[in-house]
């Protein structure tokens, strides 16, 4: 008699709730925390190109591999520069942060045409609503940039910008910090201004979509025997009579997938500029090649490739870690179609 093939769980039971779809493709970054040591923004954002393999000399010195070559998983997201389109200033009350003050850049590019209706430039008096922005500025302000990002510079089959909010890391106080944004605004920002290399990010993203399923593949439950009378992948008993409901610890089919995520302390290996450095024969499948500049992350990120990732610096600094750039061996680029 052949055995009947048990189901390990796939996605815990009660890990995370409510299991639905997020509410934006760009997933939602909820909190910043001011770990850099001078006035910078606090996160990036790129595109999910896909993975491949490196060798690297291990350097931490409280880990048993330290001094050793491994190799392991690495993440590529391709990082074109932002563009610094405004500044919005939140100030605080006794019901929280409102909005009190914002300024765009003088210069818009036409492709953000496609995303929002461009105001008229014309008629837009940068001076005036520049002093009434900074007469809103107070020590509890906290500053945030409107950045655009560039779909069109990279192999993505799509042209209109996301638009995305970034907090500025206030060293020096809420007045000097206005002053730098200002002398950013309407500028292109990249990669290596804000993030650098060994150092630890997060990651934001909305994981790969696998629309509704059945509660054996959502929650991992075991599969009823051959002899069970109606279903075989579905649970056998909802609950007790009374309480006279369904408790939602129950497994029920539903959504599964598109959900936001946030994975910690993901290393940054190189920033690179050089496509031809990590780009493989015949391009990464399902994107294309890379045409500037780069991130390597060590290990996975959750979403599919092409889907915006959001990277902010880790709210969760590691004291233990030492920050610097990691000693990579060799970098796979092989072609991924086996040809």
């Known amino acids: 008699m052949a055995h009947r093939k048990k189901h390990a769980p796939r996605h ?18 909820r909190h910043w925390i001011d770990t850099s040591e001078d006035t910078n923004f606090l996160g990036f954002a790129g595109f ?3 993975m491949t393999h490196i060798t690297y000399i291990e350097d931490q ?17 391709e990082v074109p520069p932002l563009i610094l389109i405004g500044i919005r200033i939140y100030n605080k009350d006794d019901y929280g942060r409102f909005i009190a003050g914002e300024i765009f850049a003088d210069e818009i590019s036409d492709y953000l045409s496609r995303k ?37 510079n990279t192999s993505l089959p799509r042209k209109k910008p996301d638009i995305i909010e970034i907090k500025l890391s206030l060293h020096e106080g ?60 579905a649970v056998a008993c909802i609950g007790p009579w009374h309480p ?7 497994p029920r089919p539903g959504q599964l997938g598109f959900h936001q995520r946030t994975e910690y302390h993901k290393r940054i290996m190189v920033i690179g500029e050089n496509e031809e450095e990590i780009n493989p024969k ?15 992350l060590l290990g996975s990120i959750p979403g599919p490739k092409k889907r915006l990732i959001r990277i902010r610096k880790t709210i969760r600094p590691l004291k233990t870690f030492e920050v610097k750039s990691p000693e990579i061996t060799f970098i796979n680029r092989e072609s991924q179609q086996r040809k």
């Open 12 to 29: 815990g039971s009660l890990a995370y709730l409510p299991r639905k779809r997020a509410a934006t493709m760009k997933g939602r970054v």
């Open 48 to 50: 999910k190109a896909g």
């Open 61 to 77: 010195k409280n880990s048993p591999y330290y001094g050793k070559e491994l190799m392991k998983p690495v993440t590529i997201i």
């Open 116 to 152: 929002i209706n461009i105001p008229n430039l014309e008629n837009y008096d940068f001076k005036k609503i520049k002093d009434t922005l900074l007469k809103n500025v107070n020590e509890t302000s906290e500053i945030r940039g409107i950045f655009q990002t560039q779909p069109y």
């Open 174 to 233: 809420p007045f000097e910090g206005i002053n730098y944004a200002l002398e950013k605004l309407g500028k292109e920002i990249r990669a290596r201004d804000i993030l650098m290399e060994g150092d630890l990010v997060d990651i934001i993203a909305v994981t790969k979509g696998k629309g509704f399923q059945g509660p054996v593949k959502r929650f991992g439950i075991r599969i009823l025997t051959r002899k069970n009378s109606k279903v075989r992948r």
């Open 244 to 250: 006279a409901r369904v408790l939602y610890t129950v």
């Open 282 to 296: 015949g391009g990464f499948i399902r994107y294309g090649k890379i045409k500037g500049d780069y991130i390597m």
